[in-house]
C-alpha cells in the first residue's frame, strides 16, 4: 500500500501565484486533514474533512481552500500566495472509528514563497 | 478548547541517559493521547498510544489524569532516537476525532 502520497514534493511560488497541493490515500479512511509544520509552532491544522463532499476549518484556514470531491483525495489551494505560507505541508488520514483513531501521514510538500 | 502543551523545544542527552520528554494537555472530556516521531527527512508516524498501554523502541507512556500529563519516557536512550516527538490528543468534536498536536519537542541524542 502506498497509504498518504503528496504531490509535489518541493515547489518554489512567487508571491501572488496559485498552486495546489495533492492529497491521495489508499486506506479508504473517512478523515483526511491538511496540517503545515513551521519551527517552534509544531504541527497546525489548516482544514479537515470528515467524509467526501465535506470541509471544515481548522486552526489557520486563512489563504487557503480545500476541496473533496473523492474520498481518497484533498486537496490544498493558495489562491495567492504569501511569504508568511512558507511552509512544509502535511496531509494525514484517519478511519472513522470510537477508539484508537490514529493519524497516517504523507511525505510532506516542502512549499518556499518568494 | 483542547490543547497540548510540550514546554520543551529541545531535549539533549547522552546515549545511555534517562529521557522524559513531557506533555500536557486541557480537555474536558476523556481523551485519547498520542506520541508521534518524526525522523530526519521522514514522514510522521505514531509512536505509541496511552490506550494500548505498550512499549515500543523502549519508550513509555503513562497517562496521569490528575496532572493532565502523558510525558514520554525511556531508560537508556540510544542515538537513533534522535528525532522530534509530537504528542497528540485526539478527541470527538461533533462526532469527528480531530487530533491536535503539541509544537514538538527535538531530541538529540549524544554518542
Known amino acids: 500500500n502506498a497509504g498518504v502520497t503528496q504531490t509535489p514534493k518541493f515547489r518554489v511560488l512567487k508571491t501572488g501565484q496559485s498552486m495546489t497541493l495533492l492529497c491521495a490515500q489508499d486506506?479508504?479512511?473517512?478523515?483526511m486533514y491538511w496540517y503545515r509544520q513551521d519551527p517552534g509552532m509544531g504541527l497546525r491544522l489548516i482544514h479537515y474533512?470528515?467524509?467526501?463532499?465535506?470541509?471544515a476549518k481548522g486552526e489557520v484556514p486563512d489563504g487557503y481552500n480545500v476541496s473533496r470531491l473523492k474520498k481518497q483525495n484533498f486537496l490544498l489551494g493558495l489562491e495567492s500566495a504569501a511569504p508568511s505560507q512558507t511552509s512544509v505541508y502535511f496531509c494525514?488520514?484517519?478511519?472513522?472509528?470510537?477508539?484508537?483513531?490514529?493519524?497516517?501521514f504523507g511525505q510532506g510538500t516542502r512549499l518556499t514563497v518568494v | 478548547a483542547q490543547r497540548v502543551t510540550q514546554p520543551e523545544k529541545l531535549l539533549s542527552v547522552f546515549k545511555g541517559a534517562p529521557v522524559e520528554l513531557k506533555c500536557n494537555y486541557s480537555?474536558?472530556?476523556?481523551?485519547?493521547l498520542f506520541w508521534y516521531v518524526q525522523y530526519s527527512r521522514q514522514r510522521l508516524q505514531l509512536l505509541l498510544r496511552?490506550?494500548s498501554r505498550e512499549s515500543i523502541k523502549g519508550f513509555t507512556a503513562d497517562l496521569n489524569k490528575g496532572e493532565t500529563s502523558f510525558h514520554l519516557k525511556k531508560p537508556f536512550a540510544q542515538e537513533e532516537d534522535s528525532a522530534m516527538y509530537y504528542c497528540?490528543?485526539?478527541?470527538?468534536?461533533?462526532?469527528?476525532?480531530?487530533?491536535?498536536f503539541g509544537r514538538g519537542t527535538s531530541l538529540i541524542v549524544h554518542p
Open positions: 494525514a488520514s484517519s478511519p472513522y472509528r470510537q477508539e484508537y483513531p490514529e493519524a497516517f
Open positions: 486506506m479508504n479512511h473517512e478523515y
Open positions: 474533512s470528515v467524509g467526501e463532499g465535506t470541509t
Open positions: 480537555y474536558s472530556g476523556s481523551p485519547e
Open positions: 496511552h490506550i
Open positions: 497528540a490528543l485526539s478527541s470527538a468534536s461533533g462526532g469527528s476525532y480531530i487530533p491536535t
